[in-house]
C-alpha cells in the first residue's frame, strides 16, 4: 500500500515506503487500543493513516519559507478524476472531505478504494453494504470530485 501511494509522488520524493509504513505503525500504535473486525477493516485505517501522514507532509512543504511549493501530483488511472494529470494531493484530501461532508459514506468508498486499494467487495463487507451500492457510489464520488477539483484547478 505505501509503494503504491509513493509510486504516486513526483520523482526524487524525499518520503520512502518504509518512513511513510513506519510512521503509519507509530500513529497506529499510539492510538487508543484499536479492534478489527476483519483484515479488510485493518487495511482501510491504515489507508486513511497513510493518507493523512501525505497529506500533513504535503501542507509543511506548502508551509515552508523558501521552496516550499509542492509540484503537483499524478492521480491514479482507477480514480480517473480527472484527464489532465497534475492534481495536487492536498487539492484532493480537500475535495475528500468536503465530499464527506455532504455524503460520509461516499467519502468512505474513495478513501477505501483509490487511498486503501481495497476491491469493491472488500469495500462493501467494512460498509456492510451491498456491492452494488459501493459501485453506485463510487460512480457518483468520482464524478463529484473531478468536478470539485476542475473547479479548483
Same mark, same amino acid.
Given at each position: 500500500?505505501?509503494?503504491?501511494?509513493?509510486?504516486?509522488?513526483?520523482?526524487?520524493?524525499?518520503?520512502?515506503?518504509?518512513?511513510?509504513?513506519?510512521?503509519?505503525?507509530? $500513529?497506529?500504535?499510539?492510538?487508543?487500543?484499536?479492534?478489527f473486525e476483519n483484515r479488510a477493516q485493518f487495511f482501510?485505517?491504515?489507508?486513511?493513516?497513510?493518507? $493523512?501522514?501525505?497529506? *500533513?507532509?504535503? $501542507?509543511?512543504?506548502?508551509?515552508?519559507?523558501?521552496?516550499? +511549493?509542492?509540484?503537483?501530483? +499524478?492521480?491514479? +488511472?482507477?480514480?480517473?478524476?480527472? +484527464?489532465?494529470?497534475?492534481? *495536487?494531493?492536498?487539492?484532493? *484530501? *480537500?475535495?475528500?472531505?468536503?465530499?464527506?461532508a455532504q455524503d460520509a459514506r461516499k467519502g468512505q468508498?474513495?478513501?477505501?478504494?483509490?487511498?486503501?486499494?481495497?476491491?469493491?467487495?472488500?469495500?462493501?463487507?467494512?460498509?456492510?453494504?451491498s456491492p452494488k451500492t459501493v459501485k453506485r457510489d463510487?460512480?457518483?464520488?468520482?464524478?463529484?470530485?473531478?468536478?470539485?477539483?476542475?473547479?479548483?484547478?
Amino acid at each position: 500500500m505505501a509503494r503504491r501511494y509513493m509510486a504516486q509522488q513526483r520523482p526524487g520524493h524525499t518520503l520512502q515506503p518504509t518512513a511513510l509504513v513506519h510512521e503509519a505503525y507509530v $500513529r497506529l500504535v499510539d492510538s487508543a487500543q484499536v479492534s478489527f473486525e476483519n483484515r479488510a477493516q485493518f487495511f482501510a485505517l491504515c489507508a486513511q493513516v497513510m493518507r $493523512r501522514i501525505l497529506v *500533513d507532509w504535503a $501542507r509543511s512543504r506548502q508551509a515552508e519559507k523558501r521552496g516550499g +511549493e509542492v509540484p503537483p501530483l +499524478e492521480l491514479d +488511472e482507477a480514480l480517473v478524476v480527472g +484527464e489532465e494529470p497534475g492534481r *495536487d494531493l492536498v487539492a484532493l *484530501d *480537500d475535495a475528500l472531505k468536503a465530499l464527506s461532508a455532504q455524503d460520509a459514506r461516499k467519502g468512505q468508498v474513495v478513501e477505501l478504494r483509490f487511498f486503501g486499494g481495497l476491491s469493491v467487495e472488500e469495500t462493501a463487507m467494512v460498509l456492510k453494504v451491498s456491492p452494488k451500492t459501493v459501485k453506485r457510489d463510487w460512480n457518483l464520488a468520482k464524478g463529484w470530485l473531478r468536478h470539485e477539483l476542475r473547479k479548483s484547478g
